[in-house]
């Protein structure tokens, strides 16, 4: 559905946008519009109920706001955007508002596909959503916890999941595995995010009686790197399903 989404804007973009999308190569937007650059993040609400996902795309942002309820039940709103007047992302008014099963990912109701935003990020670092439609973004602020939420990546024979964020820290799963993917051993890390340098700084163990600790960044090839007690190893992206 994403993926229908993302081309169905693109095209609302050549029509609602024509000053910034006059070409017909319209290029990465954050590379092209260095403005957009610094709300590219994932930006978690207080509370950790509440986050909002920022991706570059040819053309504008992709924002995906998230409510997390019980019951593997989660609402999103997913809009797409563009750089408007007084450094405010203006989205496309075609933002859609569903629920989701996080397990099967199925949606469950759909309340509208006519959304409208805008997201500002104010004096303090703080990501602002506005919802022009039904005012669901109404006195949050959300910060930033860089792009490591959800990935997956593998160093060697070990997969690292980038699983949640609670309690103002990352919850990180990593997974020792055999043949036919098969879990050898798993650990729990738990990391604190810093903004200054883009890095989580996380700690856990495999075997309780040898912890560990990790910092994990980006390098310039956007590859998650693993450094620890002073040796750097730059993980694939895993593609592995359980």
Known sequence: MKKWLSLILAVCFCFTVPAAFAE???????DTVPEARPFVNTWIAEDGDWRIEVYGEDGGLKLMAVHRLGDNMEDIWEYAAAMGENNALVSVPL???YRQDTVSGDWLITWYEDGDAAFTINENGRLLWNDLKEDAGKGLEFEPIGNFYGGRWMKGDTEVIFYDWYD??????CYQLGENNEILADAILK?????????ITAYGFFDPDKPFTVIFSYNENNNVVWTENGESTAMEYSCLTW
């Open 24 to 30: 017909e190569d319209f290029g990465y937007y954050p």
């Open 168 to 173: 103002n820290e990352y919850d990180i799963r």
């Open 95 to 97: 933002g859609l508002h």
């Open 191 to 199: 990391g604190t995010y810093d903004p200054e340098s883009d890095t």
